[in-house]
């Protein structure tokens, strides 16, 4: 089933004769499109992509089954452009992404669009969790790509080198590695700045002993990889070598309970079995995995706060942490897919710790 039709039988089953889709994310999801400015208006009758000019001839090439409309073409906005549609076909209710339409969006909208106005919540979002097999290659492939480029890295890394040289050289091998050029993002940070559960790449040179962590991943045709891996830049002290232990063990641990029918809960609660009652109990993160596809934290979510149960075909990262202020921190994750009997890891890098 195209993706397309999963909202349109969506529609017919809530009575919505049309769907206005505005999350970027979502308008490849359901389009195919790869470009930017772009918000789709889906009806029973036709589909309606609306962009202005720049990306007229693109949408064109990778939309082709779209009607495309130019709302700067047609001196509006998009709530005008979808407004004159409503109106020419008569539609008496449009539903929309409550959580990616800005309330000053709305506010155009409700005064220009003459029918009910319906707030949707991860109705698109909900279809994206289980992958199709196409979607499975093009995330194996990513996978593939980011741990190749994990060997290539820490070649790289030694005393001297700054965390942003060596962020730029790791998107630089992705890259010809064959990823998409288009980076969202990725976390190359030292030292006691490990413990930064999102710490952006410094000028901080590397130094002898400190661990450094690479959060990271790339984009294949639009799906991306997620993973991290810690190293330590010559001898690991006693301390380092156990947190990496406990570490890896909660990794373990997590990907243990992981199957169709697990709760993110289960898989948090599984995550602190080896540092309860240690001295590192209080430094995990209460969010060890999320979902990914063509964005990078999608549900379903694993945590503290969880109720997401896992199925067969959704693929998620599994990332538990030590983050231990003032000292640093250590994460490692994986990219699973849930097969019907547990799971397959997508990243094929080496866990072990590395001394550099």
Same mark, same amino acid.
């Given at each position: 089933?195209?993706?397309?039709?999963?909202?349109?039988?969506?529609?017919?089953?809530?009575?919505?004769?049309?769907?206005?889709?505005?999350?970027?994310?979502? +308008?490849?999801?359901?389009?195919?499109? $790869?470009?930017?400015?772009?918000?789709?208006?889906?009806?029973?009758?036709?589909?309606?992509?609306?962009?202005?000019?720049?990306?007229?001839?693109?949408?064109?090439?990778?939309?082709?089954?779209?009607?495309?409309?130019?709302?700067?073409?047609?001196?509006? $906005?998009?709530?005008?452009?979808?407004?004159?549609?409503?109106?020419?076909?008569?539609?008496?209710?449009?539903?929309?992404?409550?959580?990616?339409?800005?309330?000053?969006?709305?506010?155009?909208?409700?005064?220009?669009?003459?029918?009910?106005?319906?707030?949707?919540?991860?109705?698109?979002?909900?279809?994206?969790?289980?992958?199709?097999?196409?979607?499975?290659?093009?995330?194996?492939?990513?996978?593939?790509?980011?741990?190749?480029?994990?060997?290539?890295?820490?070649?790289?890394?030694?005393?001297?080198?700054?965390?942003?040289?060596?962020?730029?050289?790791?998107?630089?091998?992705?890259?010809?590695?064959?990823?998409?050029?288009?980076?969202?993002?990725?976390?190359?940070?030292?030292?006691?700045?490990?413990?930064?559960?999102?710490?952006?790449?410094?000028?901080?040179?590397?130094?002898?002993?400190?661990?450094?962590?690479?959060?990271?991943?790339?984009?294949?045709?639009?799906?991306?990889?997620?993973?991290?891996?810690?190293?330590?830049?010559?001898?690991?002290?006693?301390?380092?070598?156990?947190?990496?232990?406990?570490?890896?063990?909660?990794?373990?641990? +997590?990907?243990?309970?992981?199957?169709?029918?697990?709760?993110?809960?289960?898989?948090?609660?599984?995550?602190?079995?080896?540092?309860?009652? $240690?001295?590192?109990?209080?430094?995990?993160?209460?969010?060890?995995?999320?979902?990914?596809?063509?964005?990078?934290?999608?549900?379903?979510?694993?945590?503290?706060?969880?109720?997401?149960?896992?199925?067969?075909?959704?693929?998620? $990262? +599994?990332?538990?942490?030590?983050?231990?202020?003032?000292?640093?921190?250590?994460?490692?994750?994986?990219? +699973?897919?849930?097969?019907?009997?547990?799971?397959?890891?997508?990243?094929?890098?080496?866990?072990?710790?590395?001394?550099?």
């Amino acid at each position: 089933m195209k993706n397309e039709q999963k909202l349109l039988t969506y529609m017919e089953e809530h009575d919505l004769p049309a769907f206005y889709v505005s999350s970027p994310s979502n +308008v490849r999801y359901i389009s195919g499109y $790869t470009g930017d400015d772009s918000y789709l208006l889906l009806t029973q009758e036709k589909n309606y992509f609306i962009t202005d000019s720049r990306y007229t001839e693109q949408a064109s090439y990778e939309c082709p089954e779209y009607e495309i409309l130019n709302w700067r073409e047609a001196g509006t $906005t998009v709530a005008g452009t979808i407004a004159k549609v409503v109106e020419e076909k008569g539609l008496k209710a449009v539903g929309f992404e409550a959580d990616e339409v800005l309330f000053s969006s709305y506010r155009r909208m409700e005064e220009v669009i003459k029918a009910e106005l319906v707030p949707t919540q991860n109705v698109i979002e909900t279809f994206r969790a289980v992958k199709s097999e196409e979607e499975l290659a093009y995330s194996r492939i990513a996978c593939d790509i980011a741990s190749r480029a994990f060997e290539k890295i820490i070649q790289d890394i030694r005393v001297g080198v700054t965390e942003k040289e060596l962020a730029s050289k790791l998107s630089h091998y992705m890259v010809m590695e064959g990823a998409d050029t288009k980076p969202y993002g990725g976390i190359l940070i030292s030292g006691a700045r490990t413990s930064l559960l999102h710490g952006i790449p410094s000028s901080k040179a590397i130094e002898y002993g400190d661990f450094v962590l690479m959060d990271y991943g790339c984009q294949y045709n639009g799906y991306l990889s997620d993973m991290t891996r810690t190293v330590v830049v010559g001898k690991a002290t006693p301390k380092q070598k156990e947190v990496y232990r406990l570490e890896q063990q909660m990794v373990e641990d +997590v990907e243990a309970v992981m199957r169709p029918g697990a709760t993110g809960l289960e898989a948090y609660e599984a995550s602190l079995k080896a540092i309860k009652g $240690t001295e590192y109990e209080k430094y995990n993160y209460g969010g060890i995995g999320h979902g990914i596809g063509v964005f990078v934290h999608e549900i379903p979510f694993m945590g503290s706060n969880s109720t997401a149960i896992l199925e067969e075909g959704n693929i998620v $990262t +599994v990332e538990p942490g030590i983050y231990i202020p003032g000292w640093g921190g250590v994460r490692i994750e994986d990219q +699973v897919l849930i097969t019907k009997d547990g799971i397959e890891n997508l990243i094929t890098a080496r866990k072990e710790l590395i001394e550099l």
